[in-house]
């Protein structure tokens, strides 16, 4: 049964650090992984998709890795903001999977202070 | 904004009531989502409609009776709820069903069962 796993939990941070947030998985056989963002009361906001070949993505500030033999995958955020604040979650899709069923991580919920 | 609208925003109801929620989408999607999603948890999948057709349910309780009358449109019948039914149901869709295919999110409909 695959697992995703997201620490910490909760994070705060002063406006300009950058940051690292991880997410890690039991079964290394996975199709793709997913960074999504979630604003309070909010649906979610598809940031980067990384596919099972691929190492990196990049888009804008964001940064996500894939080391897929380790079953971890980080969202590095350069020179955060406080618009950044927000909940974070990282989802995968099983190599066995027809559906393209999301296995979602528990989130990490960040805050950005000014 | 989100190209996800789901209908209402927000909904009250008493364990005995009938009620829907709606979502609509005009990006020519062929693949629609329900999710249920906890307060501090991630979201769950609930059903899957692909081509307008029920292509997964996810064992959920019969309560929940999804339906696609068009390629735009999702509905989620709700009947004698239980209080553990309150959540926040996200709606996504995505081109096709499948495991590469990126799911956009609407922003939710909170649900409250008194």
């Known amino acids: 049964k695959q697992e995703v796993t997201q620490i910490p939990a909760a994070l705060s941070v002063p406006e300009g650090e950058n940051l690292v947030l991880n997410c890690s998985f039991t079964d290394s056989a996975i199709y793709n992984l997913q960074w999504f963002r979630q604003d309070p009361g909010k649906g979610l906001t598809s940031l980067l998709l990384?596919?099972?070949?691929?190492r990196e993505q990049t888009s804008g500030r964001l940064n996500a890795s894939l080391d897929k033999s380790s079953g971890r995958s980080t969202l590095y955020i350069a020179a955060s903001q406080p618009g950044d604040s927000a909940t974070y979650l990282c989802a995968v899709v099983r190599g066995s999977s027809n559906t393209g069923k999301l296995i979602f991580g528990q989130g990490t919920t960040l805050q950005v202070k000014p | 904004d989100t190209e996800v609208t789901q209908t209402p925003k927000h909904l009250v109801m008493g364990m005995t009531n009938k009620k829907s929620l709606k979502c609509e989408q005009h990006m020519g999607h062929r693949a629609m989502y329900w999710y249920k999603q906890k307060a501090k948890k991630p979201p769950e999948l609930m059903f899957v409609?692909?081509?307008?057709?029920?292509?997964i349910n996810e064992s959920v309780p019969s309560r929940f009776s999804p339906e696609c009358p068009n390629s735009s449109l999702l509905n989620l019948h709700l009947h004698a709820l239980q209080p553990e039914d309150s959540a926040l149901y996200l709606c996504a869709s995505s081109p096709r069903s499948g495991r590469n295919q990126p799911q956009h999110f609407g922003d939710g409909t909170r649900l409250s069962i008194l």
């Open positions: 990384i596919q099972s070949s691929q």
């Open positions: 409609y692909s081509y307008e057709k029920l292509s």
